[in-house]
């Protein structure tokens, strides 16, 4: 009975000085870059703003997953590469490496869930933080930009088919109606599956999908798109400036500021997300798009305020 | 704004945004576009879909970041942008694609209707007509027509726009801009009342088949086939159509007017647009009375083709060049026999042709300001020995114009240009214009503006010798042409309003005028008579129009002008215009079906002799029922249409009874 108790206060003890330690002394966080430069060195640069504390160190994934150095307590990844990188290379050092978390920023949820399969983290915890908007958010967006939109069409790519019913109920509980245009798996289909959406459409919802978006398709997809008098909205900034009308994304910065989050609670709790959509985000409008197409858009950061309201964080 | 929120606005031929289409562009294209433009090495992905693309495949590559992240050449640059209503320096009327179906419209005339200040009429069946405030000739002299950046107006006889206005598929438009007002400035000479910019569709839009029917009451019988087809590269479209109907009751003008019409858009280079567009058109209308020796009964024949190509060149975002040139020829045959002397012949045919070309630079300045400016030069020839008692009658006009948009402040716009012309048979003209945006708040912008715009004289006006022989010797003499006639002008001043609400959904469109008429071209003199420049007049008024559009199911339009002419001298030229016309047009959708009903209301007027032909007011009611259905990947769509529903009216020439009888027609489309 003696011994059961023992082992009960030892292991509280063990628990509490673990946490005592969690909490108090500088834990080693790598941050393991994708690229250098960019959107990864915004990142890495916000996050060590936001963790003071922590012990940082910044570079990139392969040199990382190569140094001589002693495990850190946590790895966050920026970019897609990084977490492919260090899933693949870390399942190759041992057991003193297998059970370190890593948080997985900058990446489509598409690619994370990809490498989850890819590389089965076994019992390391792994959280992520994708660039993905919540649909609510994005259909929220089209209630306060376009008032009197009904039909949102999309153009159905092998990497968003996963995540249309989803869509679809979502738009039902904004008062909209998903089109889905014809399935498009390679570029061939992608013209006839646009005009189809064109013609029932109100605006067209770009979701990130490769077959779908690319460098190659996109002019001819804006293009169309504006001839049809439809707006287009978009998924990243640079849309917008190549001439959709207006996008919800999340800067770097953004991303960083999350993530860090996640760090403190981990570091308080022991406990990380398995996977979560940015919380902070920007809109961003392209006035002259929308002048021309006869649509009346209020200031993007009014917008990007209004939507912030209606989910509770104003 | 436009009714629909998503209509993107007026493309004024040699304003800021005059890109009939915003380009097509290929998929591989696009990507050596990228090549040249995007970060260099930073992201290399991008690059290698473009590479991947010269080798014929496009390879789906993983997403990642980047797709969020990497730059972009922007695509939709200002020289591709429409320009918004609140910025259009003119009050502008749009008609859509999808309000063209919903109209049951069968021809543009018909359209105009939907126009606040347009009266739609015709000297018979055959030839109907728009005109804009006054009717001050029978065949659109007034107007000026473009389809596709191509001016219909023919110079051949007393300068004619309404056979050339047939000339066009409305299925293949894919929307009308109508510039209220006159604007020599910015669309060239004969701008004088009224611009009807055509735009047809992008072939890359219309691929595919079409196939209607139409048929019913009053002869009506159209028919068109329609396929489209192409590659990203370059994309082509064929339309052949055909319409006839008995034209009026009490009038000898059963029409066939049939067409073949081209389109072709290539895409040379990623920065460079081609538009090729042809037809062969052909009008065979019936003409004259029984009763009159000099008009006797028969079929005039009017067949022409034209040949018309655009090549533009992005120079930079904001920087754009574009050459164009067509070429059109006209044929008409129209002999008959004088009725009470034998052998006598009367014959009003002949051939026409007619040559432009133009270049265009469009260029931003920076600080707000954008300038446009070019030079054309056109060439117009008549062969035709009855009218002009020669084997050839031609002029030439050279023309050089710019135009300067100027933002000196966010709520300010300030348009000035000019186009200046040289006639090599009437001398020089100058066409300014100034007009001022001011954008009180967002959702309301006040418009003035001030120009002077011209009419050329026509080939006939300036040259016209037409004799009549008998057996060798000459037995009439009634038309010479001194050719001392110079071009006729119209001074504008206009106060507009423009009212974008989107809370209420409604725009509301005000234009305020007066339109100063002078130096009209007129006849004078018999046995022969002259063309001379005649005095003026003043037209007077106020004209809105009203889009609503309460729910998605239902738009209203209504559209109103109140007019009054001044200092006329004639009674003709004060019965020329109605004191009011009125427009009220409901859309709506009811579950699976359309239902559009379109209420015209025209005060008394007359387009000849007051005395004898003044048509009383009138109101028609035009009915459209039509359910768009689907069979399997067919999309097909039953329409019944009914015009002048509410009954017939008595419509241009009241003592011949001339009267547009109650029609009633049914059509089905497929599109596959």
Known sequence: ?314 | MQPSSATPNPLPARQFSSQPNPTHHTVCDSAKHHETTARRGRFSRVLLVGLLCHAGDVVAAELTEKDYFSDIPEILTVTRLAQPLSETPGAVTVIDRATIRRSGARDVADLLRLVPGYIVSGWNGANPVGIYHAALSDSGSQNQVLIDGRSVYSSFYLGDTHRGMMGVVLEDIERIEVLRGSNSAAYGANAFLGVINIVTSHAADTTGTVVSATAGGEGVRDTLLRHGWGSPEAFFRLTAASQSDHGYRNAHDDKTFSQIQFRGDLKPAPDTDLMLTAGVLRHSAGEGFSTSAGNPLRTVLWDSFFLNGSWQKSLSPDELLKISASYEQESIHDQSYYQTIPGLLLDFGGRGQRLSAELQHTVGLGAGLRANWGFGVKHEAAFSRPLYFSDKASFERYQLFSNVEWKPHERWIINAGGLWEKHSDAGTEFAPRLAVNYRLAPEHTLRAGLTRSFRSPSLLELKADVRYFLGGLQVGHTYLARGEVRAESVESRELGYLGELPALRLTLDVRAFEERLKDLIRPRGDNPTDFVNSPGYHLRGIEYQVRWKPNTDTEIWLNQAFLTTLNSVRDQDSAATPRHITTLAWFQRIGALELTAQLHNVDSMSFRNPASDRTAPRTRLDLRLAWPFRLGATRAEIAVISQAANGSYPVFMPSRQFEFARRTFGTLRLEF
């Open chain 1, 1 to 314: 009975m003696r011994r059961i108790l023992h082992a009960v206060v030892g292991a509280a003890w063990l628990l509490s000085m673990t946490l005592v330690y969690a909490g108090n002394v500088p834990q080693h966080i790598w941050v393991a870059l994708a690229e250098e430069g960019g959107p990864y060195a915004e990142v890495a640069g916000v996050l060590r703003a936001e963790l003071p504390a922590a012990a940082i160190t910044t570079a990139s994934w392969g040199a990382l997953a190569d140094s001589k150095e002693s495990p850190p307590d946590m790895i966050i990844t920026v970019g897609h590469a990084a977490l492919e990188g260090m899933l693949g290379r870390l399942a190759a050092r041992g057991a003193a490496w297998e059970g370190i978390p890593i948080v997985a920023t900058l990446l489509p949820r598409v690619s994370y869930r990809a490498e989850l399969d890819n590389h089965p983290p076994g019992r390391r915890p792994v959280a992520a933080l994708v660039l993905d908007q919540p649909v609510a958010r994005q259909m929220a967006l089209i209630r306060r930009t376009l008032p009197n939109v009904r039909r949102v069409a999309v153009l159905p790519g092998p990497q968003t088919r996963p995540y249309l019913d989803a869509l679809a109920r979502e738009a039902d509980a904004h008062e909209l109606k998903l089109v889905k245009a014809g399935s498009i798996d390679a570029p061939e289909h992608i013209f006839a599956s646009l005009r189809a959406a064109l013609e029932t459409a109100d605006v067209l919802l770009a979701l990130p999908d490769t077959v779908v978006y690319n460098s190659a398709s996109l002019q001819n997809i804006l293009l169309t798109t504006y001839r049809a008098h439809v707006p287009l909205m978009a998924f990243s900034p640079a849309y917008v400036r190549a001439g959709a009308m207006l996008a919800v994304y999340s800067t770097p910065s953004q991303i960083a500021r999350q993530a860090a989050a996640i760090v403190r609670n981990w570091r308080a709790t022991g406990r990380l997300p398995a996977e979560q959509m940015p919380h902070e985000f920007t809109v961003i409008t392209n006035p002259k798009v929308a002048a021309s197409l006869g649509i009346a858009l209020d200031d993007a950061a009014e917008i990007a305020e209004d939507l912030r309201r209606q989910e509770g964080n104003p």
